[in-house]
């Protein structure tokens, strides 16, 4: 690598091969410091070109280069990335960022999914260790991703790194949910929180959604209609408005704030009325989780049971899945729909009984003739 001053000019130019081939050009900046830094960031990037470019014809590529490219491709393709940066970046440094996607194995796969099995929620051993559906959503399905668009679209061969739809069937997947019992000790102990834990059991709403402005309710069309989180942007969600949500929206609508939930904050002019906020109502619901003496709880775990619950009223699991937001069935289905051993009794001992109805009705036809 060079880097030099002709003469006359006020910039600094620099020169330099990567893969036989040379590079060369002015700088434009007058510190050599400066310039020798520009002239190793520039023969890295066309490294990186040319690694991608031989990519393209077949050839390996390196971990770093192939989170970067999906990436890019993801973003032109949606307008967005599908995942954060920080996942990415974790599974770039813990997998090696010149680790070739070939080396990739089995192996390798159980290796990362165990380092991050290992960590604590929010790195803090407090909060206990990372749940299965962060593992899936931080570690297995960008690696699905990136394993899916290097043999369909980059056309690279990987022959050892398996599906990683082979680990989604782990038992990862929470089905935590709030008995009757616990919510009739929980609810007291929720003080300013308290309706808007029941709103959540009733519409099933997520906790940000649930955070609901006075703007997006409309009594006199039974409706609350309200952007919900879904799979690439957002979508617009309506409410019905039942008897006992009408109750919940109408003690707490009639506040100074723009939003329908607020608590009491004390102030040097008296108590005021603070909408909720997302991390506040976080940190209050697992405090009143402790209080009830209510253990393995967390906000989410309410929107679970307002499925649960409905689906057990009504059997209905389209309209569950509507209720919840849902893309698909087989979202509601996985997630948020377990059957108990209770459940499978009560289905039995139904199916009994309409069979025997069916014998009894089939017998009393041959008497008749």
């Not at 709403?205 to 919900?228: D, P, Q, T």
Request: aromatic share 8%.
């Amino acid at each position: 690598m060079t880097v030099w001053k002709p003469k006359g000019s006020p910039f600094y130019y620099c020169s330099f091969v990567v893969k036989k081939q040379r590079f060369s050009g002015p700088t434009k900046l007058a510190n050599e410091r400066d310039a020798r830094a520009f002239e190793k960031r520039w023969k890295a990037a066309e490294k990186r070109k040319l690694d991608l470019h031989g990519a393209l014809h077949g050839r390996d590529m390196t971990m770093l280069d192939a989170v970067d490219r999906l990436t890019k491709e993801k973003v032109q393709q949606n307008g967005r990335a599908p995942y954060r940066d920080r996942d990415l970046d974790w599974l770039v440094e813990h997998i090696g960022p010149e680790t070739k996607l070939s080396e990739i194995d089995a192996g390798t796969i159980a290796a990362v999914i165990e380092k991050r099995r290992q960590m604590c929620r929010w790195d803090d051993p407090k909060y206990g260790a990372v749940r299965g559906g962060t593992i899936t959503q931080s570690v297995l399905r960008p690696l699905s991703a990136l394993r899916n668009r290097a043999i369909d679209v980059w056309k690279i061969p990987l022959p050892d790194m398996p599906k990683l739809s082979m680990y989604f069937g782990e038992p990862y997947a929470r089905t935590r949910e709030l008995s009757i019992r616990e919510e009739l000790a929980l609810l007291p102990e929720c003080r300013d929180y308290r309706d808007l834990v029941e709103f959540i059991l009733r519409s099933g709403l997520r906790r940000e959604s649930a955070l609901i402005r006075k703007s997006e309710v409309f009594l006199e069309e039974g409706r609350i209609k309200v952007w919900v989180k879904a799979k690439r942007n957002k979508k617009l969600l309506e409410i019905p408005i039942t008897p006992a949500i009408d109750r919940i929206i109408r003690a707490n609508i009639d506040n100074p704030t723009d939003f329908v939930f607020t608590y009491r904050k004390r102030t040097k002019n008296g108590v005021v009325a603070m909408p909720i906020t997302s991390s506040g109502f976080f940190g209050a619901f697992k405090a009143a989780a402790a209080r009830a003496g209510i253990a393995d709880l967390v906000v989410h775990d309410l929107r679970r049971t307002a499925g649960a619950r409905m689906y057990r009223a009504t059997g209905n699991i389209a309209a569950v899945s509507k209720f919840l937001g849902h893309a698909s069935v087989v979202i509601t289905m996985k997630h948020y729909v377990h059957i108990l051993p209770d459940d499978v009794s009560i289905a039995m001992r139904a199916a009994e009984a309409a069979h025997g109805d069916l014998v009894a009705k089939a017998l009393a036809n041959e008497t008749l003739h």
